[in-house]
Nanobody, 121 residues
Framework: QVQLVESGGGLVQPGGSLRLSCAAS????????MAWYRQAPGKERDLVAA???????NYADSVMGRFTVSRDNAKNTVVLQMNSLKPEDTAVYYC???????????????WGQGTQVTVSS
């Protein structure tokens, strides 16, 4: 069984920064794409940023230039550095990963439990 555990959420003032981390654990034979999604109350869950195993990243237009995603393949971790935060960034942030399991023969998508980010003065 694979688990994704997020950490680093909290309350921050507008213009501030937060760093979210996600660690994958379990019997893992490799991880393809790792990503961060977010879901605000009453809204759909949307992609924030994603990064390939080779480090190629893409971002939602709303966070481009403010957020940076990175990963450590050896540690099976992904980090989202969030700067210049705005009230509209308030949401539950979820880690997501495509993980090779079953001896590397099967690719399964996993979600973390989510971490709350609140941007407010």
């Amino acid at each position: 069984q694979v688990q994704l555990v997020e950490s680093g959420g909290g309350l921050v003032q507008p213009g501030g920064s937060l760093r979210l981390s996600c660690a994958a654990s379990g019997i893992i034979f490799g991880i393809n794409i790792m990503a961060w999604y977010r879901q605000a109350p009453g809204k759909e869950r949307d992609l924030v940023a994603a990064i390939t195993r080779r480090g190629i990243a893409n971002y939602a237009d709303s966070v481009m230039g403010r957020f940076t995603v990175s990963r450590d393949n050896a540690k099976n971790t992904v980090v989202l550095q969030m700067n210049s935060l705005k009230p509209e960034d308030t949401a539950v942030y979820y880690c997501n990963a495509d993980v090779y399991v079953a001896g590397g023969t099967k690719l399964v998508n996993y979600w973390g439990q989510g971490t709350q980010v609140t941007v407010s003065s």
